[in-house]
């Protein structure tokens, strides 16, 4: 009797739950996608393996595309890499997926996570701070920190090895700084954990992904990551309120009529508005952590990839040079912003960069409404998923997608595109609010760097081992893994057939042996740019050029 009643109540909840999700499960039965079992859906082909999360997703994604549906659990996800399809998509749909609730613990309510009515209003407050005329006037502190970086970079004489990417973190964390807030970064305490922080918050995060296990709440709780991601999140906290108690300081006594640009930065911004109870306090912390990240981590991983790229690219990069000599004929001048303007094909290298390894790979919005792109139907309640790596591959729009070449760019190769095809800043009015922020700061650092060092891969393009060069980066080797960043932005690197994150200090360890290897002809200075984990190593162009007076 009692296992007919067990029977009766599980079928029950079963045609409930069916009765319920009947408008999902009659549109995605139309559009194609690996094979899913009830309850599960296909989460145990992404769980069964250590291989790297995104990788694996967007593997699946590749082999359905152009449009494919896959479950996770009970929650459906639909992706498609046709223009047409993401521009209704970010232009309908203004809602973020659950999946961002991950991050509710660090920051519930801000631009990137919350929900479209806040988000509205939010988005309202900060654009004024983002506009043309403020922008312009960062240039100079654009400037400032890419020389300091230049100079910690020279200053490695003699070093061995370097965490480039930290390198150039830290300072778009003091750019960030220096420009969101008027705080002076050096006065922001645990402000060199920004970094650390962050990285570590993402490991987690992806590793909580990796465990099914730490996908229930309850456990998850229980677990010691947990611990640590409290802990994180703490920090971040009180770095993010330190920040704005030095900001208040600042402004002590209030002009009303203030119409400077410092009263205009974003968090100068935010506490005014305080004052007038239209954010509140718990409000602009969040922001302030979340625009502090979106600002600094972007923008190094951007300049670390491009980098990598010229580092392998040896003929392209001496283009990007020849430019830079002509445009900035004297290495010790600033460059005035006319001047970075002129700087075109490093400007198509950026951008062509931002295609192949685009810093953000997924896109994540929810339906509030059916979305029709013929012939399907993605239906109210779906998760939609933008995979930008994918978009920016697709071989109708992108002949030979996986060759590296900048005059894709050129004017009127990019008039014959649909508007979407190309969006690593996302598309419509929920796209990324730093588009020219980044662009200008990217821009400004890499010919920096360049106008002062060569960069290339210790051991040539030909001896690097395959499997470390990303797919799209290497032409000779097609079949080599996709490897795009991860939520964090890193590749992972395959060693004894474990697979580890590249987290600085664990990478440092566990990539001893390639990092003690001697380079011949290049014998200054080996960075490691974590990205994917090929040495760079760069040298002086200074030296250079003073080697070349001397021999003449
Ligand atoms: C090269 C550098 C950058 C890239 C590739 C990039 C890319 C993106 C992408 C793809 C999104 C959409 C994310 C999503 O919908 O899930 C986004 C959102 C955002 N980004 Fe960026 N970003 C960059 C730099 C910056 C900078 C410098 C800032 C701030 C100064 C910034 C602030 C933001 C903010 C606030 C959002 C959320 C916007 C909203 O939902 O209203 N980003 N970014």
Known sequence: ??????????????????????????????????????LVGSAFLLSATKDNFFDLICGKMESWRPVTKFWVGSQL??????????????????NKSPFYENFNDIMKDTLLTSKV???????????????????????????????????????????????????IWEKTVDVALATLTNVKPHVVKKRQRITSITARYEQILIQR????????????????????????????????????????????TEDRNDDTIESKRFLRNLTKLNRTMQISREEILEETIFMIIAASETSALTVNTV????????????????????????????????????????????????????TA???????DEDIKCDPYVFPAGSNLVVPLILLHRAPEVWPEPEKFDPDRFLPDEVAKRHRCSYIPFSFGARNCIGLRFGMMEVK??????????????????EEIS???????????????????????GKYWFKKNNVYASCMAGDLVLDIKDLLQMPHPSSPRKYLLSLDNVLLLSIQSRFDEKWCNDMMS
Request: proline content about 5%; glycine content about 2%.
């Open 209 to 252: 992904f990796h465990t099914f296990w730490l996908l229930i709440e309850f456990f998850w709780k229980l677990s010691n990551l947990h611990k640590e991601h409290k802990m994180l999140c703490e920090t971040s906290h009180e770095i993010a309120k330190n920040i704005i108690a030095e900001e208040y300081m600042s402004h002590e």
């Open 1 to 38: 009797m009692l296992i007919w009643i067990f029977i009766y109540a599980v079928t029950f909840v079963i045609i409930s739950v069916l009765w319920k999700k009947r408008w999902l499960l009659y549109h995605a039965w139309k559009i194609p996608g690996p094979f899913s079992v009830p």
């Open 466 to 488: 395959k499997e470390k060069i990303p797919r799209g980066l290497d032409p000779t080797n097609p079949q080599a893994k996709l490897s795009i960043p991860t939520l964090r």
């Open 444 to 461: 400004i650092m890499v010919a920096t760097i360049l106008r002062n060092f060569k960069v290339q891969t210790v051991g040539g393009r």
């Open 77 to 94: 996800y639909i992706a498609t890499t046709r223009p047409t399809d993401v521009e209704k998509i970010l232009t309908n749909c203004l």
């Open 361 to 367: 790979p997924l896109i994540l919005r929810y339906a």
């Open 117 to 167: 009515s806040i988000w509205k209003e939010h988005r309202k407050m900060i654009n004024p701070s983002f506009n043309s005329k403020i922008l312009n006037s960062h240039h100079d502190t654009f400037v400032k920190y890419s020389r300091e970086m230049v100079k910690i970079l020279d200053d490695k004489e003699g070093v061995e090895q370097t965490d480039f990417l930290q390198v």
């Open 307 to 358: 980098l990598t790229i010229l580092g392998i690219y040896s003929d392209i990069q001496e283009r990007v040079y020849q430019e830079l000599v002509s445009v900035l004929p004297n290495i010790e001048n600033s460059p005035t912003q006319e001047e970075i303007n002129r700087l075109d094909y490093l400007e198509r290298v950026i951008k062509e960069t931002l295609r192949l390894v685009p």
